[in-house]
RNA sequence: GCUGGCGUGGCACAGUCGGUAGCGCACCUCAUUGGUAGUGAGGAGGUCACGGGUUCGAUUCCCGUCGCUAGCUCCA
């Protein structure tokens, strides 16, 4: 960073650095300073004090760093305003996120009209351009501090630090909070920022705990960052599946049906069912797998084998569950289990005749619906419900056959994404257990070590950079799960391709090997695209509702100019059916330029315009979507076999003239 | 599951400081038969999510339930 000294000259600093060490460079030791550096990309001018006693703010340009000190200042200023208009809160946490901050206070909850106060509290302090003071306590004073400032949750922070923990506080004016920085140097440069919203949330995290009032904001160092940001917000609301998918019609809820079960409607449908039997081929024909159709629902039983019951019973939609003390049902019925996972039913079908090592790997797809009682308030439009259906599969092999089955695995997957156009947006994660929570988890810490590692090796191999995360395993193995975000930002899997080491032993499977000797198969768990209704919500996401042409539910729709040409349309509409194509006439008495209007704003790929002329020559009048959409005329011939083209290669974009 | 917010015809919204409701789009009918983003006229449609309570009277106030939603917790 360069600083400018009083007399005009400039001094350029590498890195980040104590202010003390600044001051000390800087004769007077009290110094005004213009300090240049990035915050969100932008250079920003963080003209302030430079006090004595401030040796540890670290002044860092570090674009990360300086968003981080930046918000971090931000939710300072909140709480120093909470305090103001609320002697009562108590303060607990409150760390930069990204493009904003929170702060955690033990206090009643605010309505909007209540923040709209804070926010206005928060520009005083801004304006009255408080500085920022940092020091250090011994734990004692620290406690004694925070006490006295009656801050029960700082102090039960403090007290579980280390022993040996460096305890710093930063103080504006009448503010101190126990906080490891850094912060700017005053408060004067959190100029825009807006309190977004306030909701609860857990003390640490933990819903045994108290629950506190969480105030969310945005703050940045330009205006017109933070209304770009504000309108962006604004506008992914367009985006937002929950509220696209119902405006054209894919999905509806219905209160009496219930929670997390959408009903989809015929275009919602058609789209799922185009991607449906195209995995399904996809993997049969291409891929070596053999296709399952197994029951929706078992006695328990099953997943008492299988260890569902006691790693994921509260999971379950569970029937006649009435059992005693012993296991027994009072009423005599079986106690049975809506699926939750399709895993055991397809180890019976592997199990219901022998298998040689020639058979392997034996690879079972299935699109399988499943069930999982997810807490009330998960459930989110089509990426978190109750019943969904997946492309699922398990793959039986030997130990040999493992890495590269597993390969193969990522590159279906890789190759579904990239037909969804979506391969770029996602990143990958490898699941591990949590070695600090082991019950959750069947075997020992060598044996996820082991199948960890091996998966790592394969990972590696592969190529694909990935990230690690402890406590994300299934109970039976580690997973590479491939994420990617809504329109909000929030991640969710999209796919996941997971090693099982326990279950092939509770199941007692086996393979004859080539000794005549009985030997475990391993096991792959996958899905090759996913679950099909959060892969639509993010398709719908991903293109705002205009699908490509093979995914779209209605691909081509014929505009009559009147009624004089509806025999024309329906000649060309037969023509378009026997070829596959999904087509529909507009034979309302509208207007053209109302059938227009109609068509783009349902997003349909292609437009059909026939009138006089078309009819004479035996052609069409092309439109496709966007605003330069005017194909002009051609054959009815040539654009079946554009469009055919299109559909057949399942191109992400349209036909060129 | 927890803490908030919200729930008015298919959709997006007004409104009622407590006296049983309106607009636009969509829908239906009639006229219009047109050339690349909205033709005109008329009509029908709501026990104001559901169930209690307070009140002479509740869509409006209170409680509960259901649903949607933000976040937290959870997610084999």
Redesign the pocket.
């Known amino acids: 960073m360069i600083i400018t000294l009083k007399d005009g000259s400039s001094k350029e600093y590498e890195g980040a650095m104590s202010v003390l060490d600044i001051a000390k460079d800087i004769s007077e030791g009290l110094a005004r300073v213009a300090c240049a550096g990035e915050v969100d990309g932008n250079v920003v001018d963080l003209r302030t004090i430079v006090d004595k006693d401030c040796s540890l703010n670290i002044l860092t340009f570090d674009a990360e760093e300086g968003k981080k000190a930046f918000r971090h200042t931000a939710a300072h200023i909140l709480a120093q305003a909470v305090k103001r208009l609320y002697p009562d809160a108590k303060c607990t946490i409150g760390p930069a996120i990204e493009d904003g901050f ?1 702060y955690d206070f033990d206090m ?5 009209e209540e923040l709209d106060k804070i926010e206005a509290e928060m520009k005083k302090i801004v304006k009255e351009n408080i500085a920022i003071k940092s020091f250090t306590l011994p734990r004692e004073e620290a406690i004694k501090l925070m006490e006295e400032k009656g801050e029960p949750y700082k102090v039960e922070l403090i007290n579980d630090l280390p022993e040996d923990a460096v305890l710093s506080f930063y103080e504006q004016g009448d503010f101190t909070d126990l906080c490891a920085g850094p912060h700017l140097m005053s408060t004067k440069p959190v100029k825009f920022f807006k309190l977004t ?6 003390w640490r ?3 045994d705990n108290k ?1 506190l ?2 105030i ?1 904001g945005t703050a940045f160092t330009k205006k017109e960052d933070l209304e770009a940001r504000l309108e962006f917000l604004e506008n992914i609301k367009k985006r ?1 599946h ?2 696209l998918g ?2 054209l019609e894919l999905f ?11 009903l989809m409607m015929p275009k919602g449908a058609k789209i799922i069912q185009t991607m449906q039997r195209w995995i399904e081929d996809l993997e049969d024909n291409e891929w070596g797998y053999v296709r399952t159709k197994t029951p929706l629902m078992a006695k328990s039983d099953l997943y008492k084998l299988s260890d ?1 019951w006691a ?2 019973k ?3 939609f569970v029937l006649n569950d009435d059992e005693d003390e012993n296991g027994v049902s009072a009423s005599g019925q079986d106690i049975m289990a809506l ?3 399709t895993c055991p039913f397809q180890y019976f079908v592997y199990k219901a005749k022998q298998h040689s090592y020639r058979d392997l790997p034996y690879r079972m797809g299935e699109t399988s619906t ?12 089509l990426t ?1 419900v109750r019943q969904f259906t997946i492309s699922e599969g398990h793959l039986i092999c030997t130990p040999e056959q493992i890495a590269d089955e597993f390969k193969s695995c990522v590159s279906l997957a890789k190759y579904c994404l990239t037909t969804l156009g979506v391969e770029e947006d996602v990143t990958y994660r490898m ?1 591990k257990w949590d070695p600090n929570n082991t019950e ?1 988890y069947m075997g020992t810490a060598e044996d996820w070590d082991r199948v960890q590692d091996a998966m790592r090796v394969i990972l590696d191999e592969i190529g694909i950079e990935y990230t690690e995360e402890d ?7 580690p ?1 590479l799960d491939i994420q990617a975000k809504n329109v ?1 930002g ?1 991640e969710d ?1 999209m796919i996941t391709i ?1 090693l099982d080491m326990f279950l092939s032993e509770r199941f007692d499977m086996y393979y004859v090997d080539k000794n005549g000797e009985k030997k475990r198969p391993y096991i792959i768990h996958r899905t090759s695209m996913g679950c099909y209704e959060r892969t639509l919500a993010w398709l719908i996401e991903k293109y705002a509702g205009a699908f490509p042409t093979w995914l779209a539910p209605e691909q081509v729709r014929i505009l ?6 509806h025999a024309y349309g329906e000649e060309i509409l037969k023509e378009l059916k026997k070829n596959g194509i999904l087509a529909t006439m507009d034979d ?7 059938k ?3 068509a ?2 349902e997003k349909l790929p292609y ?1 059909l ?8 020559t035996k052609t069409v ?1 092309v ?1 496709k979507r966007g ?1 330069d ?2 194909l ?2 051609m054959e009815l011939s040539t654009f079946i076999t554009k469009i055919c083209e299109e559909i057949r290669t399942k191109s992400l974009t349209q036909m060129e003239n």
């Open positions: 929170y009643p909850s605010l309505s909007r919203s306030s909701s609860g949330a857990y995290g933990n819903s629950m009032t969480r969310y937002d929950n509220k119902r405006d509806t809820t219905v209160d009496v049906i219930g929670q997390g079960l959408p569902h790693h994921y509260e999971g379950m699926r939750p996972m499943l069930f999982r009682n997810e807490d009330s308030g998960e459930m989110h439009g978190r699941s959750k406590g994300e395993a299934a109970f039976y193995g997973k909000y929030k899997t997971q009559p100019i009147s009624e004089k040409f309302r008495a509208e207007k053209i330029g109302y227009i209007r109609e783009r704003l437009m315009v026939v009138g006089a002329n078309e009819e004479e009048s439109r605003e959409g005017d002009g005329s």
